[in-house]
């Protein structure tokens, strides 16, 4: 008589299938997104910085804008420059992944890694950042990387082994991160309080090599120091004086911490942080694993409380609390324990790719409810904007183009290589404020370019003795206006 196969067998057969089918289609999204969607106003923005390199920048740290000028050397295709460095990294992300759950289990098991993927990929923060060009794709690797050398170094440590080089190695890579974007500090302060809180219970590094430690970090930063010592600080008051607002009343304070929770429970899915807050307690782990997802809640909390208490006086973006999750990935089957939230974390992220994909690449969605959301609207319709503005150049004799934002400017220049084009913003600064203090020059008849978002300000009428208003340029998806430029003429006698 043939033997019929278990049921658990069955339906293990039957989720490993799920898994495949479900990781194909998210890398199939992935694939189609790189090769039809618009790019973004910040990776123009940020594209652009890799044209001008320079030791450090008004709004992030260098390392990105290195990584992508040193990839120009091999191509000159803007898009694959900007599509190309989020693709590899996510490679080295999974990489690290599958590895890092061969030595949690002592072997290598492919379900158990396939599960772990999948669940990585279905986080809709992960989908974004690793199909977009912005500087969170670096800091998600490098602090993987980093993440998963602590836990070597407690691995070794806690069985008596010489571990002392991972800790090293741990150190080196998140300085790299700290270079590529601020918040990775929400990541090294967190790992730094918990050494030094719980340093009787678990040994850990010697003050001495905490001390060591501090120095090369500091060191890695000293490109960022330079630059800003030769700009006025121009960096660091921004982000820690021009972001920061003391005046706040307790209404915006709720409303900064309520917008807060309710993103970070958006991008890193319901069912996630749902059951990382009722297995919080819960979960149990050998000695040699005990450390380490000790320092992952730790950092978790650590970060949660301090974007907090920044609501105190700024708006805190939900993705500042990224590098706070990269600790807990390893853990993430653990963490959502039950396997209908898995498939609903599953489902619900790849319904957040796919409503990316259509809106980045064919139709704004928000169109579907009425007006289109600025940021998705910006990104269509350049080559008319093009058009109509080679136009008017030519027609009024204008040597140069002027924005009233630096997302319209960025996309602007990514789109027409007209590198002489400039950004004068209302409320803020921008990398162009630096830009244009080396070589400042607005000329006789000047065209500019704004929307109602972003108005001619008192900035840009102090720099024209006249300003004229010539036409609108609108922008149509099929019937629908997306968005309406007004288009100057700024003279100069």
Not at 98 to 103: A, D, G, L, P, S
Not at 161 to 185: E, M
Not at 187 to 216: D, N, Q, R, T
Not at 273 to 284: G, H
Request: proline share 3%.
């Amino acid at each position: 008589m043939k033997k019929l196969a278990p049921r658990n067998l069955i339906i293990e057969s039957k989720e490993g299938i799920f898994l495949v089918v479900v990781l194909f289609f998210l890398l199939t999204i992935k694939i189609l997104f790189l090769s039809y969607a618009n790019p973004l106003p910040d990776e123009a923005y940020y594209w652009l910085w890799s044209k001008n390199i320079a030791l450090s920048y008004f709004d992030h740290p260098p390392l990105v804008s290195w990584f992508q000028a040193l990839l120009s050397f091999f191509s000159n295709n803007k898009y694959f420059l900007i599509r190309a460095l989020p693709i590899f990294n996510l490679i080295a992300v999974l990489t690290i992944v599958i590895v890092w759950q061969q030595y949690i289990l002592g072997k290598f098991d492919l379900k158990a890694c396939l599960q772990t993927v999948v669940l990585f990929l279905s986080f809709p923060i992960f989908a974004i950042f690793f199909s977009i060009s912005f500087p969170d794709y670096l800091l998600i690797t490098l602090l993987f990387a980093t993440s998963f050398c602590l836990f070597l170094y407690f691995e070794r440590n806690d069985s008596g082994r010489f571990a002392i080089h991972y800790w090293y190695l741990a150190v080196f890579l998140f300085s790299l991160a700290l270079l590529t974007k601020y918040n990775a500090a929400l990541y090294g302060l967190g790992v730094l309080a918990y050494f030094l809180y719980y340093k009787k219970e678990i040994g850990g590094p010697s003050y001495g090599h905490i001390f060591a430690a501090a120095l090369i970090i500091f060191l890695a930063q000293t490109p960022v120091l330079f630059w800003n010592l030769n700009n006025e600080l121009s960096s660091f008051s921004f982000h820690l004086n021009q972001r920061l607002d003391q005046e706040k009343d307790v209404s915006t304070v709720l409303k900064n911490i309520c917008t807060f929770l309710l993103g970070a429970l958006l991008a890193f899915t319901p069912f996630f942080m749902v059951s990382l807050m009722k297995n919080f307690f819960s979960a149990k782990y050998a000695d040699n694993r005990k450390h380490f997802y000790t320092l992952s809640k730790f950092v978790f909390v650590f970060s949660v409380a301090f974007c907090i208490f920044l609501s105190f006086f700024t708006n805190v973006l939900y993705y500042w609390l990224t590098p706070a999750i990269i600790l807990l990935i390893p853990f993430v089957t653990k963490i959502i324990k039950v396997k209908r939230w898995q498939y609903f974390h599953i489902c619900y992220g790849t319904l957040i790719s796919i409503i990316l994909f259509l809106n980045m690449s064919f139709y704004p969605i928000s169109a579907f409810f009425g007006d289109v959301d600025r940021e998705t609207a910006i990104v269509f319709g350049w080559e008319k904007i093009i058009r109509n503005v080679e136009k008017e150049k030519i027609e009024y004799g204008a040597e140069k183009v002027v924005f009233s934002d630096y997302r319209l400017g960025s996309l602007y220049i990514f789109h027409s290589h007209d590198f002489k084009a400039d950004v004068v913003m209302e409320k803020r600064r921008t990398q162009f404020d630096i830009w244009r203090e080396e070589k400042n020059s607005f000329g006789t008849n000047t065209l500019i370019i704004a929307d109602k978002d972003f108005p001619i300000g008192k900035k840009i009428l102090s720099k024209f003795d006249s300003i004229e208003f010539l036409r609108d340029i609108e922008i149509y998806i099929g019937n629908k206006l997306v968005r309406k430029y007004h288009v100057f003429l700024g003279t100069n006698s």
